[in-house]
């Protein structure tokens, strides 16, 4: 044991100088030095996050976990949309809650192709498409620019593309661990078959996840939406997948560019 520190009788009751000195606080006092503090912890918030092309999407009920493609805006209300391959969509219905990306947005299953092919009674060709709105208080998150790579510069038409063309994709499949060495993804277009679809001879194939990811252009046009995951990976025509959904679909919506919201840049290949 260590020696004990002895009071003398005159300073019975004080604190002896080998004694850290306590600080008495009064509830009052402390109560107003918290309240003083208290704007500096709530004036903090949680960082903005970022949605954008090629961002993960994930199932709230139904477990499923895709890449979100290209943002895409209402002409009628300003609302939002990211696109998704729709089978990814095959066990969830519109309106149901997803989770897009890792800081806590929110949004909505908001159209299936599928889904109004088979309301019209249309052979489910080659139309692996819907829409995940995006929540009202997430706007302000979005932009246009797809992860790494910026872009779209514009809506390509899947009939200028031909064998052999460079292809960049962008995936967040969870397999990647957030690694972007292995997110972004390039590759050549092959077996092509517009106005459908085309295949990509990728170098590091796109995996479970993937699905929905972008395909852009080597100058940064918006492409297809890679659906399929083989070796070789199948990508269905964007133009005319968008094109259904606007008609047959009754959604009045347009692409956004990088130009129009949070302009990114391609890089110098």
């Known amino acids: 044991m260590g020696a004990r520190t002895r009071l003398s009788p005159r300073h019975k009751g004080s604190v002896p100088d080998s004694v850290p000195y306590r600080l008495k606080v009064r509830p009052g006092a402390l109560?107003?030095?918290?309240?003083?503090?208290?704007?500096?912890?709530?004036?903090?918030?949680?960082q903005q996050g970022v949605i954008a092309p090629g961002i993960q999407i994930r199932s709230v009920?139904?477990?499923?976990?895709?890449?979100?493609?290209?943002?895409?805006?209402?002409?009628?209300?300003?609302?939002?949309?990211?696109?998704?391959?729709?089978?990814?969509?095959?066990?969830?219905?519109?309106?149901?809650?997803v989770l897009?990306?890792?800081?806590?947005?929110?949004?909505?299953?908001?159209?299936?192709?599928?889904?109004?092919?088979?309301?019209?009674?249309?052979?489910?060709?080659?139309?692996?498409?819907?829409?995940?709105?995006?929540?009202?208080?997430?706007?302000g998150w979005a932009t246009a620019?797809?992860?790494?790579?910026?872009?779209?510069?514009?809506?390509?038409?899947?009939?200028?593309?031909?064998?052999?063309?460079?292809?960049?994709?962008?995936?967040?499949?969870?397999?990647?661990?957030?690694?972007?060495?292995?997110?972004?993804?390039?590759?050549?277009?092959?077996?092509?078959a517009p106005p459908y679809n085309f295949d990509i001879l990728m170098r590091t194939p796109a995996v479970w996840g993937d699905s929905g990811a972008p395909a852009l252009t080597a100058d940064g046009r918006a492409i297809g939406v890679v659906v399929a995951l083989s070796a070789t990976n199948l990508a269905v025509c964007l133009d005319r997948v968008f094109e259904y959904a606007r008609t047959a679909g009754g959604l009045d919506i347009q692409l956004l560019t990088a130009a129009q919201r949070n302009a990114g840049s391609l890089p110098d290949f």
């Open 145 to 192: 620019s797809v992860l790494y790579y910026g872009g779209p510069t514009s809506l390509a038409a899947c009939s200028s593309l031909r064998d052999g063309d460079r292809i960049l994709v962008y995936g967040s499949s969870p397999w990647h661990l957030r690694l972007d060495a292995l997110q972004r993804m390039e590759g050549y277009a092959h077996l092509l």
């Open 61 to 97: 009920e139904d477990g499923w976990t895709c890449t979100g493609n290209f943002l895409f805006e209402s002409r009628v209300n300003a609302s939002l949309y990211l696109g998704i391959a729709d089978h990814c969509l095959n066990k969830s219905d519109v309106g149901d809650p």
């Open 100 to 139: 897009i990306g890792q800081d806590g947005a929110t949004g909505r299953v908001a159209y299936s192709a599928r889904r109004v092919m088979q309301a019209r009674g249309e052979e489910l060709v080659a139309n692996d498409f819907g829409l995940i709105e995006i929540d009202k208080p997430f706007r």
């Open 31 to 46: 109560l107003a030095l918290l309240v003083m503090l208290l704007p500096a912890f709530t004036a903090a918030t949680p």
